[in-house]
């Protein structure tokens, strides 16, 4: 008895069974008025000049955080990418140890939230500027490596040889071989990737490090929701634009796809791609002027307070089962939310075509709203815990795994489903035959590598919503207490390294059946 | 209203497809302009042209996947159902075999069989379709009418050759059991062999009170029809049964100059 892979899409959505009998007993009682005049606030945002303005310059701080760390994390990526190449470290020197050994070493920053180290930074440097765009860099810089590497040591060898054999110098049959057909995944992923800068900085900005995100909190803290929702929409227009403008270069561009079901071979147009190249250069350094960024701030450190005696045995007596345990409770609720809700949602709504059009608007506000705004939410219905913390970071990757699945969907092209339809076959279920058994596989092992990323976000509703090693992080770094910090930190890495493994291997297995 | 315009009893001696008027304006697929077209209980019609002379329009309007901006379309005395359960119910009875096939490569034979019955089957039983494939009798029937060994039930569709995917596609059809059976190219890119084997099982199906309407390119396999209708530039050329049928009409057709108005 093996599911077949349309019912494999549904199972994660059996999430729902356990949380629906839960969360009645987790309702507190009041603040369902707030809720109420927060959904009204969405249809009456504020046009009061003076907020706008103040929302304007901190969308600009935000936009500016996003690029400005986006572009370090493609250099740092880029070059550390190739450093951890096996194919360029045996074409060069004829092993590739050192790539092994490099591998493992980006795995650290790449384990580590981008809110953690910005955290941490604050802590080492003071508040500058440079540390939101440090903060994004580091862990993206090892993202984009890890993606670099892999797309390099998976391309065909052949041309390489050929070129070698003709006695070309390595360095330059590296260029030639392996540059243009890498070109392509590694700009469609570094689109992909400035989206999720976007993200990244607006939740930066919500603890403390600057921009928009800070003046969503403070609206949020002070039940200013007109405020608050005139912020949200211009996020979700900036947001909606630049997606827009990377799905229209992606397609014209002739890069492949996100989902990869129609993934293109070489990328098209090189002149416009060298044009674009140059014209972001005098772009990041007017917004790096215009955001007083200061690199050298870098180099002065603030002296930390020193370890309490008798620190260690402290932090060594925090209840660590416990906290590794709602991690990962949180992380499989949230992962399994938000990729079996998608498809649920989808299938729900599939008679009616503004269904479709409604799905997307709420995707896109999740994808934006930062998940501790959505835990703050939430607790003013629910108490604090597991489960409250999983709705949040469950909405929020929803928002991202819905818009995949309907681009994928989308690609898949609705030949089949019209099929089925012409034989009288009922809406939902046309698309469940004859759409989602084409795109279960790739969605499901897109959902693994989400579970992966889910993971590391836990940290972020941890510190809001009282669960997990994120909570406890929290009250480390109030505490000044650098003993924790740092175990804290072992510990966040080691289940992330962990976790990337085991979905890894999920992905693989789901991909080669 | 399942029957809209017209009364139960009329649909017994109706005619299985009957298009009016259909007029189809060119966008994307070529048009379609004043088609009338009758197909009886029993019927087995070849419907001849060249690329882009409106067969597959002409079959997309025919199977409800395309409305005509004139004229209508009736299904054994019923017009299009303006709800959506009643038409769902008009095209239980429509079976269309296409040119791709658009089998489920993700799925076993059987799922895809099964498919057939999808229109009236509900969640729970689509549900259990996809974890423990049902009516296997049945599935294992359909295959051995079109001559393959009950044995690939369980395999994957993806697993099967081209002559075998064409044939689990006919049988999905006869799993759907409809009345009216039309098929789009579905001969193109055949071997002659496996053509003709193919075209004698689509023929022996058409028995009343079901119907065939078939697109071809091939004027040599239109032994075992009883009418034949060619489309030239969206419009009816002439409309005969194969048997008065002359060489000469079939060159004028291809080579471009049969008149369209000269239907019948």
Partial sequence: ?????????????????????????????????????????????????????????????????????????????????????????????????????????????????????????????????????????????????????????????????????????????????????????????????????????????????????????????????????????????????????????????????????????????????????????????????????????????????????????????????????????????????????????????????????????????????????????????????????????????????????????????????????????????????????????????????????????TVVVGLVAGTGLGTQLNQSLSAFAFDQLLLLLVAYAALTLLGEDLSDRARQRLLQQ | MSNPGLNASASQSSPVLELRNVTVPGRQLPRLEGIHLRLDAGERVALLGASGAGKSTLLAVANGLLQPAQGEVVWSGERRARSSRARRRQQARIGTLWQDLRLIEELSVQQNLNCGRLASWGWPRALLNLLLPLESEACAQALRQVDLDPHLLSQSVGELSGGQRQRVAIARLLRQQPQLLLADEPLASLDPRLAQELLQLLLEQATAPRALLLSLHRPDLLQGFDRVISLRQGRICWDRPVAQLQTSDLEALYAGIAEPSLAR
């Fill in chain 1, 1 to 457: 008895m093996k599911p077949a892979a349309p019912l494999l899409l549904l199972l994660p959505a059996l999430v729902l069974l356990p949380l629906l009998v839960l969360l009645p007993g987790l309702v507190h009682g009041g603040g369902w008025d707030l809720i109420g005049e927060f959904l009204l606030a969405a249809v009456q945002p504020s046009t009061d000049p003076v907020v706008l303005e103040s929302l304007l310059r901190g969308l600009g701080v935000t936009a500016g955080m996003a690029l400005l760390g986006w572009c370090a994390s493609l250099l740092i990526g880029i070059a550390a990418g190739l450093a951890s190449s096996r194919l360029l470290w045996r074409t060069l020197i004829g092993h590739s140890w050192p790539a092994e050994g490099i591998r493992r070493l980006l795995a650290i920053p790449r384990s580590i939230h981008e809110l953690i180290w910005g955290l941490l930074l604050l802590q080492v440097i003071g508040l500058q500027p440079v540390i939101a765009v440090i903060a994004i860099a580091i862990p993206y810089g090892a993202l984009v490596a890890r993606v670099v590497s892999d797309l390099l040591d998976s391309l065909n060898e052949r041309n390489l040889q050929a070129l070698m054999a003709a006695g070309t110098a390595p360095p330059a049959a590296l260029l030639s071989a392996m540059g243009p057909p890498l070109l392509p995944g590694l700009i469609s992923y570094g689109g992909y990737r400035l989206e999720c800068a976007l993200r990244s900085a607006t939740l930066l900005g919500v603890f403390g490090l600057g921009g928009l995100g800070n003046e969503l909190l403070l609206t949020l803290q002070s039940l200013q929701f007109h405020e608050l929702w005139s912020g949200l929409w211009l996020l979700l227009a900036v947001m909606l634009s630049l997606e827009g403008v990377i799905g229209a270069l992606r397609r014209r561009w002739g890069m492949p796809g996100r989902f990869s079901l129609r993934a293109s071979g070489v990328g098209r147009r090189g002149r416009e791609l060298v044009l674009a190249g140059l014209l972001l250069m005098p772009l990041v350094f007017g917004v790096g002027r215009a955001l007083a960024i200061e690199p050298a701030a870098l180099l002065h450190w603030q002296a930390l307070p020193p370890i309490a005696p008798g620190g260690w045995q402290e932090a060594l007596a925090l209840p660590w089962p416990s906290l590794v345990f709602n991690t990962v409770l949180l992380t499989l609720l949230a992962a399994a939310l938000a990729v079996g809700v998608a498809p649920l949602l989808l299938l729900l709504v599939a008679p009616w075509p503004w269904g479709q059009r409604l799905l997307q608007l709420i995707w896109a506000i999740g994808r934006l709203w930062p998940p501790p705004l959505t835990a703050l939410l939430l607790l003013f219905v629910l108490k604090p815990g597991v489960i409250t913390a999983a709705l949040a970071l469950g909405f929020h990757n929803l928002g991202i795994l819905g818009r995949l699945l309907l681009e994928g969907s989308e690609a898949a092209g609705p030949q089949r489903q019209e099929a089925l339809r012409c034989s009288g076959t009922g809406p939902r279920l046309a698309l469940l035959y004859g759409r989602f058994s084409g795109l279960a596989r790739s969605y499901l092992a897109y959902g693994a590598y989400r579970a992966d990323v889910i993971l590391r976000e």
